[in-house]
């Protein structure tokens, strides 16, 4: 600040008496000019002691003109949603600082080729193309018939749409750069699980693609080389472990062994992709580069949304004590546990059931939500895998979740869920069911009313970290004032690959 110094005021001030003088001696009204003089002299000292000239340090914190490119988005000509898109802040703050991701711009057939050829185009009977609606999410049920509705924020969403989902959300990522050397960490938006049906499934096959031998080594290869092609000197850096993608199936669908046999194609035992870091919805505990984290569900709210659920959950009426979601697959043998609580559950008045089988829960929520609802427990037992949808779809309706084995949840979703399962579930061993054993009920019925509505509302607080929001939320700071699973995902590979690059320099 500058203000106007002691030889120009004394000046200013001089000129002023002089002027008065004369006045003075020529009207000869001594008494009401000295007052005027007073008055006059007063007003003048002050303007002089508070008039600005602003420096040049102020000036280079106002707003720039449209044509000037200084690496700021001009604060007047953007949305409160494009503000804070990662750019450093006039202050010199940098909210991005260890958060940079570069994403790759791959070829076509990597991603979104995949979604134009949903109809009948990748496999002959199936149409994914409703589930690949809205970035992943599928189809709204906002405008569908009454029997159909649970209310707003609700999609027709399969599980298998995790890489779309991703994909959607790492294009509105705010701290997106295109300075490879800036990078913390490297995003590549393979659509891996959709590409993998190809291989899963080559009888239904349209496409003219000709692979020799085992058809499962080659799901990969050519990302691979693509990769070899395009980014090898960034790939160098760390030996890809500062890299990630997602793949939207269980790690079992990617790790088929040499010998051409079993289910699966073998992309996860490539070297590169080994390298990367991965999430899925299940991984495999013992396997460091791989990350479970929620399966996508059917609500997908706004922020509002959000909140109205989650006081219709606190107060909902829950009639039954526990509730059973799924359908008996036909490799089951009638002594499989989960046929066994299965029958323990129809045998019981205080146990709900859906069949899944018949309905298709995937893709209609309203029938498991509105048992869910109605639960105080929702059981999840293994199934083809340790992990469930359901037991998202449970904790999202409020109802306690069940578990029976460790890797259905408490080893898979370490970023998401808390250190200490016992804050928001019930584990029961699968050892402790026999079948002239003790039922599942009657252990239930131990939990008090209190310690239900205890679990209850951790799980309401879990809620929002176990959904893929409709769109980001971003308050002044910048951030989301409730991060959801993408945002905890972010977070936890960026920390993940943190460590990895720290641990490779001190070696």
């Known amino acids: 600040m500058k203000f106007i110094q002691g030889k120009d005021r004394r000046k200013a001030m001089s000129s002023f008496d002089e002027k008065l003088r004369r006045m003075w001696y020529k009207t000869g009204e001594k008494m009401h000019l000295y007052f005027l003089y007073c008055i006059l002299t007063c007003l003048l000292l002050f303007l002089c002691c508070h008039v600005v000239i602003p420096d040049q340090q102020q000036l280079s914190g106002q707003a720039f003109p449209d044509n000037v490119n200084v690496g700021v988005i001009p604060s007047q000509h953007v949305s409160l949603a494009t503000k804070f898109q990662g750019m450093p802040q006039v202050d010199g703050g940098d909210r991005c600082l260890g958060r940079k991701i570069y994403m790759y711009t791959l070829p076509s057939r990597y991603n979104t080729n995949l979604l134009r050829n949903c109809e009948f185009g990748v496999v002959q009977w199936l149409n ?3 589930h690949a609606a809205n970035g992943g999410l599928g189809q709204s049920h906002d405008n569908v018939p009454a029997e159909m509705s649970i209310g707003e924020g609700w999609y027709s969403t399969d599980a298998y749409m995790l ?12 701290c997106l750069t295109t300075d490879t050397s800036m990078a913390d960490a490297f995003f590549v938006p393979y659509y891996t699980g959709l590409d993998a049906l190809y291989y899963l499934y080559p009888e239904g096959n349209l496409t003219n693609r000709l692979y ?4 499962s080594k080659q799901h990969g290869q050519d990302l691979i080389a693509w990769l070899e092609e395009n980014a090898r000197d960034l790939w160098k850096r760390h030996g890809g472990k500062d890299h990630f993608m997602v793949m939207g199936r269980t790690s079992w669908d990617f790790i088929k062994n040499g010998d051409g046999r079993g289910w699966g194609t073998g992309i996860s035992y490539l070297p590169h992709i080994s390298n990367m870091s991965t999430l899925l919805i299940e991984k495999r505990p013992w396997v460091e580069n791989e990350q479970a984290v929620p399966y996508p569900t059917a609500f997908h709210p706004t922020s509002q949304q959000l909140q ?17 979601a799924g359908g008996i697959r036909p490799t089951m043998q009638d002594t499989s546990f989960r046929n066994r609580l299965l029958k323990q559950c129809l045998n019981s008045s205080s146990c709900i059931t859906v069949d899944c089988g018949k309905l298709k829960c995937s893709h209609n929520p309203k029938p498991i939500t509105n048992a869910f609802l109605q639960s105080n427990f929702c059981l999840q037992p ?3 895998t340790p992990t469930r949808r359901s037991a998202f779809d449970a904790m999202i309706a409020g109802c306690i979740p069940v578990f029976f084995h460790e890797d259905s949840a408490y080893t898979q979703y370490t970023w998401h869920l808390p250190e200490d399962p016992h804050n928001y579930s019930v584990y029961i061993s699968e050892d402790d069911v026999k079948p002239e054993g003790m039922r599942v009920e009657d252990l ?13 509302d951790s799980i309401a607080q879990l809620i929002p970290r176990l959904l893929y929001s409709n769109r980001q939320f971003v308050t002044e700071s910048g951030e989301n004032p409730n991060p959801d699973a993408f945002d905890i995902s972010i977070l936890g590979i960026l920390k993940k690959i943190g460590k990895l690059k720290l641990k490779i320099s001190d070696e």
Request: glycine share 4%; net charge positive; with cysteine.
């Open 308 to 324: 109205n659920w989650i006081s219709k959950i606190k107060t909902s009426k829950r009639t039954y004590l526990l509730a059973y």
């Open 382 to 384: 293994r199934g083809d």
């Open 444 to 456: 239930l019925r131990l939990y008090s009313k209190n310690k239900i509505v205890q679990l209850r």
């Open 163 to 174: 890489e779309v989902i991703f994909h959607s959300r790492m294009r509105q990522y705010s």
């Open 128 to 130: 994914f193309c409703p």
């Open 212 to 215: 020799s031998g085992n058809r």
